[in-house]
């Protein structure tokens, strides 16, 4: 079993920032790419950015410039630095490992509950 807890959504205004933060845990023997979703309300769920375990890193054209993602040491967090946040950016965002190897030597695609992030005035 693995699981992602994601943090650190909440409500600023346009032009603030936020982090948000993704932690797995369980049984984890190894985890490759990681990566944030968003789905806005009434809209289907987008990819915002990924990152591999060499640190390659892929935006979504809409946050490009303002999103950075990041990976801690380990290997098994991932972070989500959001500047200059747009009232467009309001969804709720969700950590995505597509494939992670477990201790027992099954492959998993887990996905975070959500946080939600709005922007508005």
């Known amino acids: 079993q693995v699981q992602l807890v994601e943090s650190g959504g909440g409500l600023v205004q346009p032009g603030e920032s936020l982090r948000l933060s993704c932690a797995a845990s369980?049984?984890?023997?190894?985890?490759?790419?990681m990566g944030w979703y968003r789905q806005a309300p009434g809209k289907q769920r987008e990819l915002v950015a990924t990152?591999?375990?060499?640190?390659?890193?892929k935006y979504a054209d809409s946050v490009k410039g303002r999103f950075t993602i990041s990976r801690d040491s380990a290997k098994i967090s991932v972070y989500l630095q959001m500047n200059s946040l747009r009232p467009e950016d309001t969804a709720v965002y969700y950590c995505?490992?597509?494939?992670?190897?477990?201790?027992?030597?099954?492959?998993?695609?887990?996905w975070g509950q959500g946080t939600l992030v709005t922007v508005s005035s």
């Open positions: 995505n490992v597509p494939r992670v190897l477990t201790t027992a030597g099954r492959y998993l695609e887990v």
């Open positions: 369980g049984s984890i023997f190894r985890i490759n790419d």
């Open positions: 990152i591999t375990s060499g640190d390659n890193a």
